[in-house]
């Protein structure tokens, strides 16, 4: 039992405990409350949460950007008779034996 948290475990007074104790007192009430250890799930949690809110905010910029993009072209080729048009890629041709 090296440490502190071993004695308190093992039901046992670590001596800097015991000598802040006040004399005269009865051990057998003595209740020494221990700090819980710390749960990392809160942070875990939070983190996932951020970083998907993050996610979600870019993809429906993206699509509005999207949005605004259809519309302006639209609205130019109503009005000023501008156009935009989207070319595949040709595939390359294939030499015929």
Do not use: N, W
Request: positive net charge; hydrophobic residues 45%; proline residues 7%.
């Amino acid at each position: 039992m090296q440490l502190p948290e071993d004695q308190l475990r093992a039901g046992h007074i670590p001596a800097d405990l015991y000598r802040q104790i006040p004399p005269g007192t009865d051990m057998r009430q003595v209740v020494i409350v221990q700090q819980a250890p710390r749960s990392y799930t809160g942070p875990i949690v939070l983190t996932l949460l951020i970083t998907a809110g993050s996610v979600a905010v870019l993809l429906v910029i993206a699509f509005v950007a999207q949005i605004v993009a259809a519309s302006i072209v639209s609205v130019l080729s109503a009005t000023c008779g501008v156009s935009y048009t989207i070319r595949r890629k040709k595939e390359p041709r294939t030499l015929k034996k």
